[in-house]
């Protein structure tokens, strides 16, 4: 049995781990919180009653040790009240204090962090130390927060690292898998050119041998897309309209006559940089949705027009349309609208125009019940 095998509990027991350290880390950080909060009580509790010895002080009273006291508090800020009057403040701005709005902004600031500590020095007479928290309780407060945020982006950056791992493996499938099925055409190909020919020597019509001569060809250029799939194209200089216009016909020839098919385009070559049998799976693919979309009956018209520097594909269909929600989905893998498909045409298309010819797909305009157009743009070269 091997690592791949075992992989999956493997991957929960490391998990767990994790969690159980982060735990831990953050019962730790509780703990040492709650620990400085008692001690930071105690040195309260000392200063207060350093400051009852202070008031009830007489000539003989021993007052360096409550001095001591006071000198040694200089993180924790606090504010001590008599009457609801501020008499005495250590460790704060002088200008807070200065201004009664931010005196009692600040002192009410300190009542939510603790409990104020009573300083009876007389019958009936008392004073009220209110105290908050030290910088190094602050930053320990936010501490389990920022340790937090560290582990929700670890955790994103794992999964995405995993999903990446998922994704390319599934690419390097569809490679494999695509170049086997170009390899396995290949041989029956070869026999039908072979039986080609024997049937021009045997003076058959020659309508018949140009149509199957066509779709051999057509056989030929859907073996070489399959070979082109999990490697980089070799892009060439071509008129975008001829190439167009080519795959466009082959096409509107193998489809019913209740499709009205049209065509519009420049009548000067505009050339750019493409792979031409990658060019023309793209077109064959979105004729096909168009055709899809229109349950094999209605209109359809391609126009290719251009600006200073583009070349634009538009494809009209007078189908179903694409509601708005769906403008950006329809080019995800393995969504379909159709009862049989695999979802795979135009995340494929996408990826031809996006990364191989370094252009733009997307939904031109659509309408329900009325149609869509589906726009390519492509750099002049």
Partial sequence: MN??????????????????IIAIILWNTYTFFQIFKNEERIKMNLWATATKTLINAQENTEVDLPLQIFDNNTTIPLILTENDSIINYKNIDDEIIKSKKKAFEYLNELKSQNDPIKIIYAPGKYQELYYGN???????????IALSLIIVLCGILIYNFYLSHKISTQNKLWAGMAKETAHQIGTPLSSLIGWLEILKMENIDDSITHEIEKDIERLQTITDRFSKIGSEPKLELKDAVEETKQSYNYLISRFSD????????????????????????????????????????????????????HIKINVTDTGSGIPKKEFQRIFETGFTTKKRGWGLGLSLTKRIVEEYHKGTIRVLHSELGKGTTMQISLKKS
């Fill in 134 to 144: 030290s910088s190094l309780i602050a930053k320990l407060k936010y501490y389990p």
């Fill in 3 to 20: 690592f791949s095998e075992n992989s999956n509990p493997i991957r929960w027991i490391i998990i767990f781990i994790s969690f159980s």
């Fill in 258 to 309: 209740q499709i009205e098919f049209s065509f519009k385009g420049p009548s000067k070559p505009i050339n750019i940089f493409l792979n031409p049998t990658l060019h023309s799976w793209t077109i064959e693919n979105l004729v096909k949705n168009a055709i899809d979309a229109m349950k094999g009956r209605g209109k359809l018209s391609m126009e290719i027009e251009e600006d200073i520097h």
